[in-house]
T-cell receptor
Framework: ETGVTQTPRHLVMGMTNKKSLKCEQH?????MYWYKQSAKKPLELMFV???????ENNSVPSRFSPECPNSSHLFLHLHTLQPEDSALYLC????????????????FGEGSWLTVV | GENVEQHPSTLSVQEGDSAVIKCTYS??????FPWYKQELGKRPQLIID?????GEKKDQRIAVTLNKTAKHFSLHITETQPEDSAVYFC?????????FGAGTTVTVRA
């Protein structure tokens, strides 16, 4: 299944580096998401985009900067990260954005494993 | 987001036995309850879901039950097999926004 693809799959970066995670969805969906998955913790919603407009930002530090140039692509720009930011970052998409309709199934990408050293 | 509690955090079962995972939620307006399975190193994948107007749904060896009054829902896996070993996440949608439980690591012993 390659509906939602993420690159890179693994990334190691220093605290002073600048890098970006990329996500592309091939499902014709209108909403895209970034989630953070840390060990032993629930999935944390970071950002939601609906039709390329950001509709939610859950108090994420400014060192994470999302970009959604079109409904099929989503980026997460990373700069001056901290070791505690090491986690699996999951991109996801859904047909419509939260709030628009009930039963909105989310489809995840394989994730990008980020290690900050 | 909504507060979703998931129990147990780990579950070990003998192959062929049943596994049950329970989630509770707080928002009575929640109307959609999916379950995701995440195998080691892979993405979470939807395995079954239920809407608030239904009390039970079954798909082969997996089933989900919903008690709206008590605000809890459960995943039932029968005749467990080694390939059922994974982390299972419940989720609750309120106004379309999903909140996830912390996950249950299920290990099926051969």
């Amino acid at each position: 299944e390659t509906g939602v693809t993420q690159t890179p799959r693994h990334l190691v970066m220093g605290m002073t580096n600048k890098k970006s995670l990329k996500c592309e969805q091939h499902l014709g969906h209108n909403a895209m998401y970034w989630y953070k998955q840390s060990a032993k913790k629930p999935l944390e919603l970071m950002f939601v985009y609906s039709l390329e407009e950001r509709v939610e930002n859950n108090s994420v530090p400014s060192r994470f900067s999302p970009e959604c140039p079109n409904s099929s692509h989503l980026f997460l720009h990373l700069h001056t990260l901290q070791p505690e930011d090491s986690a699996l970052y999951l991109c996801a998409s859904s047909q419509v954005a939260p709030g628009a309709v009930s039963g909105n199934t989310i489809y995840f990408g394989e994730g990008s494993w980020l290690t900050v050293v | 987001g909504e507060n979703v509690e998931q129990h147990p955090s780990t579950l070990s079962v003998q192959e062929g036995d049943s596994a049950v995972i329970k989630c509770t939620y707080s928002d009575s307006a929640s109307n959609y309850f999916p379950w995701y399975k995440q195998e080691l190193g892979k993405r979470p994948q939807l395995i079954i879901d239920i809407r608030s107007n239904v009390g039970e749904k079954k798909d082969q060896r997996i089933a989900v039950t919903l008690n709206k009054t008590a605000k809890h829902f459960s995943l039932h896996i029968t005749e467990t097999q080694p390939e059922d070993s994974a982390v299972y996440f419940c989720a609750v949608a309120s106004l379309g926004e999903l909140s996830f439980g912390a996950g249950t690591t299920v290990t099926v012993r051969a």
